[in-house]
């Protein structure tokens, strides 16, 4: 796949990468050599990352999390040009973008921001995926490097088995993409980032500094997170307004939607029952309570008590 690279561990504690088209100089700390199978992760990710063709500019996807950071450094250890690139979603946690700005990442703002998106087609699902390829997964080198890792979880472990593929987007947008921790684990991500000194995004961190490497950072109430957003809600739930506004913007617009019926085209509706309702018998066990329709659920004032915080629109 890529050519193997001589290497050279000099007493100075600096590692000596030999390409036979390149030669690199790299910071190495000595103290990886306590982690031999590190180390080895260490070395292959260098040497894929050096073996990207330089035939054009690279792209180094930033997301602003943790495994984004590590691929930052790799790229800067492994001494290739490449541009960091963070795209913008609008609603990635407090913090995330003068992270951004802090590790000199380029930032690319959206044609459209997520409330914007929200309102022209609807809410976002685990099966509606559309503001990732509106917000995120787009185009814009023709290589790119990633940090995907396997170890997040099982969907991911099958999907990807190899340490770059053919991206395709679209039938015009295609790109050759690298993955240089791929198999890395937590543990692995973790080590790494206290030898590196590596300083992440404010939402790895507790209020006394302890670094938290099982924490994702991801956009604020998405619906693939294990609670479909919920916990995110408590903490923003500004933003849970501001996306029933959107959504009931969408509702107003499309009528003629199957799911319209269903919530009675209220956008408090459907958020209860994304939220709060875990199948389709118990959003209508809760809107149509048989006998007691005393019972039956008045969604916006229990999304106002749940959230605290008036959700008029």
């Given at each position: 796949?890529?050519?193997h ?5 000099l007493?100075?504690?600096?590692n ?10 790299c ?117 790119a ?9 099982t ?41 590196r ?94 006998m ?22």
């Amino acid at each position: 796949m890529f050519e193997h690279n001589l290497k050279t561990t000099l007493r100075t504690g600096v590692n000596l990468i030999i390409n036979p088209v390149l030669l690199i100089f790299c910071s190495f700390p000595v103290r990886f050599f306590d982690n031999m199978e590190l180390k080895k992760k260490i070395d292959f990710a260098l040497r894929l990352l050096q073996s990207i063709p330089q035939d054009g500019p690279i792209e180094l996807s930033y997301s602003g999390g943790k495994d984004s950071d590590v691929i930052l450094e790799l790229a800067k250890m492994s001494g290739i040009p490449f541009e960091p690139i963070y795209k913008n979603t609008t609603i990635d946690p407090p913090g995330t973008i003068q992270h951004c700005k802090d590790n000199g990442v380029t930032i690319v703002p959206p044609k459209k921001t997520f409330l914007q998106v929200m309102a022209e087609k609807g809410m976002p699902s685990r099966f509606r995926r559309f503001c990732c390829s509106e917000l995120k997964e787009y185009k814009i080198h023709d290589r790119a490097i990633q940090g995907i890792r396997r170890s997040e979880s099982t969907k991911r472990a099958k999907r990807y088995k190899e340490p770059e593929e053919c991206r395709v987007y679209s039938a015009k947008e295609k790109v050759r993409v690298y993955f240089p921790i791929l198999e890395w684990t937590d543990e692995d991500v973790a080590a790494f980032i206290k030898d590196r000194n590596i300083r992440c995004a404010p939402v790895y961190y507790d209020a006394d500094g302890t670094f938290h490497v099982e924490r994702r950072l991801g956009c604020i109430g998405c619906p693939l997170k294990s609670d479909v957003g919920l916990s995110d809600f408590v903490k923003y739930p500004k933003l849970l307004k501001a996306q029933i506004r959107a959504y009931q913007k969408f509702l107003d617009t499309h009528p003629g939607r199957k799911f319209y019926k269903e919530i009675d085209g209220s956008a408090y509706n459907g958020f209860y029952y994304r939220l709060f309702c875990k199948t389709h018998d118990d959003y209508i066990n809760a809107m149509n309570p048989g006998m007691f329709p005393e019972a039956r659920i008045e969604t916006k004032t229990f999304l106002e008590n749940y959230f605290g915080i008036d959700l008029t629109i």
